[in-house]
């Protein structure tokens, strides 16, 4: 059988420089199989889905160990491309751009999903990311809003704010009075949150710079602030960048810079090293400097950023040389699955199939990747496995809206 | 003989005379002619050619009594006319609400198939939604003028009812002299023009301080062969209603207040070698406020609770008119031409925002209560458009229709204030806009007029001129210039057979076609992204249906039922993330009937109801730009209503104070089932559009044969917690009182 991947290759197209030197096989199942492409079930846990349609998502638990493909029957409404974010049984779901309730729910033992409380931020805060500092304590940044919020993740009450307004921390652009950040991704470590301080000219641009808070987590204050000009944080509602932490106790941070709309920001990682709280000097992955086996050799911002430990990312990266001018957004599969590895600072372009923006949520399972991808042979998840390179070609189960948010649930 | 210098008692609105009286020549003799309905009149001889007649009318002036009595056919309204029209039209006789507390959004959004879409109260933006499609695809006109006024700042619901004669619906089918583009659907207003000399006079006053104010006039000397008119609305508003928060309170609307000045007149001619000339002037200006709205649910969409921003907009329109009829044997001409300019601004500036618990605090963003950032908005329109019509008559049976339509659009938007703000360009670009729609019509009559068809082509032209930003670099990169054109075909039949006397059978086809407007192709300059690839929307209509008219001794039963189907391609969507951008990725399917039933019970009770069914689903075979099929297939299209009703009740009567004084005791009442916002896929869905039943109660009263009246309503009696569109509160119970004298 020949795959449309195959068609692309034989007949030199644009995706050409991706089939050419990939040692990575790829097979072709049927398109429209619905079974795994590489043998049994996708996996073998529970998920929590965002599966967008038309104006809403919908909040899902998916069980990958069971066949066939995922709805949204059991499934509950919330915001368009709302973030989930889980703890144990607990799931916070940050509605970012379209609601400014922070809701919680609950995954049983059964799979099922109950509604549990909720909170309301500032009107037009965009909640964002979350992180959980303990059973009952966690925080939420709010975009828009110049603030991050500590809450009790198990009763929803809020327990205090950090305001992070005033023209200290900013940089605005002549004219707006804009005299705040905007707070995004969020890291902690040990007794401190990190805090990602955006400089948003508007709702896509950003000044350059990638601008840090640290946030002494017992007394909720600001404890310092610093900041470095060879990395550009972006952060807009569509998506946050990430702040990790990796088994060596250094954080590392991605800024998406401008999200490739300024050609003079680039994007990439950079590294606060253990104990300390500045950036370290000595390290810069610099995405724009590196080549990828893609058409033009170049990815200008990544999205869905998930961290697999020992220094591993993997993102949805978009390739520029696939995006129609203007855009079309339907048909541009632009993004490509990549694996980035933050100590050696290499990346490869998984073979995958391309992507548009509507899907590519990430996930990892033991030595498989399930990627969550709107790929022109169908809308649904994808496997990959990290050991044999073997990829899906077809989803190994089609989804219901377009998934933005793939979260590995446990049941402690 | 002529009966030009006839004049008349005229007391149009009576009892007996519930469409006016007429001047006219009958039988060799000048007779008035007392218009009952649409096709019934009595006449009476009353005034020899040259004699006056006493305006007041109780008898006549020089002592002459009537003459006779004669029996005559009436020209039909067009309400009453529309029912044997081959296309597929509702006609509301905005006459008949003249003297009412009501506005033209309610009237359309008691037809059936018909909704109407608001934002809130008096002067907020609506859309009207004709079978499930609304916006740019249900084209509006004005007295048969594309009205294309930017952001939406002037409606039809700006025009108070006294100035408008009829409202034309057409469902499924556009005749072929409107031209514009949209998918089937047209509402077209008509204005009223009254062939004799008068002065309207009128003020009404509603619950949340809603006011209008209206003075118009008009001067015809027949001898000389002129007309004149001029007039005046002022409408104000505070729209302070209470709007239902999430934790069940209610928060009362504080910046939503409104206020329009409409002003216009025009003069015209009937004795030159036209048959008309007519040169008209008009100018409207107004201020909104804007309001923001607690979110409902916890999905709902938050606002700030704003306290400056507004709006505000100016329009200017000349326009000349001109008709010859027979200016060959059965070949009538018309020109119209109209030059509108528009100006529309939003201010929004405020370093201070506001949440609905009454706290304040420096705007996080800078400034600006709306968006992301602050705006001081300039942005103008200039407009051409231009209308000819050519008419001829071959013969009794068969007539052809020739019309252009052209529109040409200049826009210059500016924002500095944004654009500063913003670090880049965040405001739409220069660009202009021509639209041509050129049509040809053909009308055949049989059989003694019980069989008439019509049929149309079209041809639609699209040019436009814009700038798109980069895709890659929005910060240095200077946007591209770009010109773009398009064409396509449309075409129409519509059939009407009388099958037997009180019944008749109408049917009728259009491929009908939406042509993609500037902003889907070039975007806002920021945000949304320019798609100049997009292609016409287009659909195929069709359309069946019976029409019962019964009559008896006072009374009378016409009932229509109407079958409908529609199949819809390249719907234009607006998709993305990050940026957005439009594209075809749409498909859908309708079905539906619509039931309509008028009812003249006795000489004093008529009744009404209507009901419409409308099953719109997504049709799109696959997954937008994928070969996966398309999981939303066969599901309704969410955040349309699917079934909808209104009925009411009128009595009438002359019970107080003999004939010249009437009462009319009314009761009106809608019903909209519950929708959902976004698919129905879930159990659990929350976001839905609740369902409503409302209930109006009114009384009028008018003295002197409806010289003077007063009115007062009731309206949504339940005080029924309504949203429009999701999460859009709407008054709840409103009193509305209305005075008006019409002097002639």
Partial sequence: MISRLTIHCAIGGVLAAACGDDPATVIQPEPSSGEAALGGAPGAGRYAVIANLESSAFLGI????????????EAFEVASYSYVFARGRDLIVAQNLNSDEVLRFEHGADGGLSRGGSFSAPAQSVPMDVVFAGPDKAYVSLLFGGQVLAFDPRTMERRGEIDLTGPELAVAEPGSGDLN?????????????????????????????????VVDIASDTLRTSFSDQRANLAQSGGEIDRVYLDERGDLYVYGGGSYGFDPEQSHGFLRIRGGQAEFDRSYLFNLNELSFDVPGGRIDYLNHLTYAGNGLVYAAGNVPSLVSNPPDYVNDFSFRLVELNLYEQTARVLPLPPSNGYSGAVAIEGDRLLAALAAREGVGIYTYDLVTNLASSAPVVTTQGYVSQLVRLNDE | MRCDGARSRLFPGSRECRLGWRVACVASACVEICVASGTEARAQAVAPPGIDVDPAGRSGGDGQEPLAEVTVEAEESAEE???????PVTVIDAKKYAGRATDLNELLDRTSGVKVRQAGGAGSSSTISVRGLEGRRVAVFLDGHPLNTPDGSFGINDLPLQLVDHVEVYKGVVPARL????????????????????????????SYAVQRAFAFGKYVDESAGFKAAAGAIVNTADNDYLMPRSNGAAVRRNHDGFWSVLAGGNFELARTWFSKAKLELGYVQNAKELQGVPPVGDSGVSQYDIHHARTQSQLGVVALELEKRDAAPGLDLSYDVALPYFRSRLRDTSDVVYDFDGNARPNPNGRGEVGRGPNDSDNRRWDLLHTFNASYAFSPQYSLNANHNLGVTWDRPRDELANTAAGVNVTPREGSLQRSVSALAFEGRWLDDRWVTVGAVKHFYFQSEGALTSAYDIVTAEPERVSQSQHTFGGSIASRFQLLGPLLFKASYEHAARLPSAEELFGDGLIVQGSTALRPEVSDNWNAGFYLDLKGEGRRLQLEVTGFASQIRDLITLGGALTRNYANTGAAELRGVELDVKADATRFLSL???????DLRDAAEFIAGTTQPNYLRGLPIPNVPRFYSNWGAELHGHWLAGASVRTRVFYDASYVGEYFYEYEVSRNQSRRIPGYVVHSLGLQQTFDYDRYSTNVE????????????FNQPLPGRSVRLLFRMTLL
């Fill in chain 2, 179 to 206: 031209g514009g583009d949209g998918l089937g659907s047209a509402v077209n207003v008509v204005l009223r023009d009254r062939q004799t000399s008068y002065a309207d006079f009128g003020y009404s006053y509603a």
């Fill in chain 2, 81 to 87: 006319a529309a029912p044997r029209d081959p296309l």
């Fill in chain 1, 62 to 73: 998916w069980d990958a160990a069971k066949p066939g493909g995922y709805d949204n029957r």
């Fill in chain 2, 714 to 725: 009731l309206h949504d009696v339940g005080d029924v917690a309504r949203l429009d569109e």
């Fill in chain 1, 181 to 213: 950040p905007e707070p995004g991704a969020l890291g902690i470590r040990g007794g401190e949150l990190y805090v990602g301080l955006a400089q948003k000219k508007n709702t896509i641009l950003s000044h350059s710079g990638m601008y840090m808070g």
């Fill in chain 2, 608 to 614: 009404y109801a209507n009901g419409t069914y409308q």
